[in-house]
């Protein structure tokens, strides 16, 4: 009871509750009974706790390379480049892109082609015939006489030699090889995406340079090759143009055009149709303007590289079934027996086709 007795009011009754926004005094929530917590409740508790702070924190699953993670479909970036551009964002995310597994078919491919045209050029041109003959070793031979008399060398015969060196460095015996006959491990086994980043990069700086190399006055000015236009090659062209007007725009201008955006039209999937189809046309016409040995037909190899690694495999597949038997098999890669390695920086174990996130601290 107040102390100074009950309050009087007239519309209020005694005990009633006071309206909040009339009134100072708050309407206090109605109590609620709980039931007390015993012992049995308080030991469920406890073990439960227990059992939660005792359980090791579950491991994250391995994540597959080159999929998208959750079965979601590709994005633009991906069907565009190959690759989400977060995958460049940290060493570590670089490091697993370039050991995503790959088909070596088309790495396989590649060099059974280099190794025949090279078997035909340098007795032909390069001089090499005795030495070739004599000895089973390519790389080290050529570059010795490469070095010992570079005034009768030129460009196309570096592009060999570096050509033969990272091959040797590659996978390239994972398909179709004796290598793999005498080794069941390596045979037909995943190759790292590196091995293709690598000659991609290669075939790449061929072409772009020869595009900063024609950038001069004399070649933008049409004067380089200005007889070139009256070759048999470009009758076509003199249809409609003129002879000067063939050299000025068809030899000059679409030389220099091509080899600049020859490696970016190859390496995107949406122009590598086009690029194919002007690429092949460029070799083929250059294998008969000029006498530059096996060069024109090892560019036209080096193509391959930048279509997808499963090409030979495929078109082995559509062989007759008596023609398959000494053919490159089409049977799926195999795991490679040569991802089971620690990369430095803490970033985890890289295996052939799953990736292993690093141990938790």
């Not at 090791?56 to 979601?72: F, H, M, T």
């Not at 143009?241 to 490696?263: I, K, N, Q, R, Y």
């Not at 000029?290 to 590289?305: C, E, K, N, W």
Request: glycine share 8%.
């Amino acid at each position: 009871m107040h102390p100074q007795g009950p309050l009087e009011h007239p519309e209020v009754p005694y005990n009633a509750p006071i309206h909040p926004l009339k009134h100072s005094c708050p309407v206090a929530p109605p109590y609620i009974p709980q039931a007390p917590i015993g012992p049995a409740r308080r030991r469920r508790a406890g073990r439960g706790a227990e059992e939660t702070a005792a359980a090791p924190p579950a491991e994250e699953p391995p994540v597959p390379c080159g999929d998208p993670p959750g079965g979601r479909p590709p994005g633009r970036a991906r069907r565009l480049l190959g690759f989400e551009p977060r995958e460049l964002a940290s060493w570590g995310r670089l490091v697993r892109l370039l050991h995503r597994p790959r088909d070596p078919a088309a790495l396989g491919a590649f060099r059974a082609a280099f190794g025949l045209l090279m078997a035909l050029d340098v007795p032909q041109e390069r001089g090499l015939a005795r030495l070739d003959h004599r000895t089973l070793a390519f790389l080290g031979p050529y570059w010795y006489l490469l070095l010992l008399d570079k005034t009768t060398w030129n460009n196309h015969s570096y592009l060999y030699g570096l050509l033969a060196f990272q091959l040797a460095l590659v996978g390239a015996d994972r398909y179709w090889s004796i290598d793999g006959l005498l080794r069941p491990q390596k045979r037909n086994a995943h190759v790292p995406l590196w091995n293709y980043t690598l000659l991609r990069a290669q075939i790449f700086i061929v072409y772009f340079i020869a595009g900063l190399k024609k950038l001069d006055a004399d070649w933008v000015g049409g004067y380089s090759m200005s007889s070139l236009g009256r070759h048999w090659l470009f009758a076509p062209f003199r249809l409609v143009l003129s002879e000067e007007m063939t050299s000025l725009l068809v030899v000059h201008g679409g030389g220099l055009a091509l080899d600049l955006s020859a490696g970016f039209l190859l390496f995107f999937d949406a122009t590598r149709p086009l690029a194919l189809v002007f690429v092949t046309y460029f070799h083929c016409m250059n294998s008969q303007l000029f006498s530059i040995g096996m060069f024109s037909y090892t560019m036209l190899a080096s193509s391959g590289l930048f279509c997808d690694a499963s090409w030979p495999r495929r078109l082995c597949a559509r062989c007759p079934r008596w023609l398959r038997g000494g053919l490159p098999s089409t049977e799926p890669p195999q795991r490679s027996p040569d991802f089971g390695f620690r990369v430095l920086f803490g970033i985890g174990e890289i295996e052939t086709n799953v990736i292993k996130p690093p141990e938790k601290i």
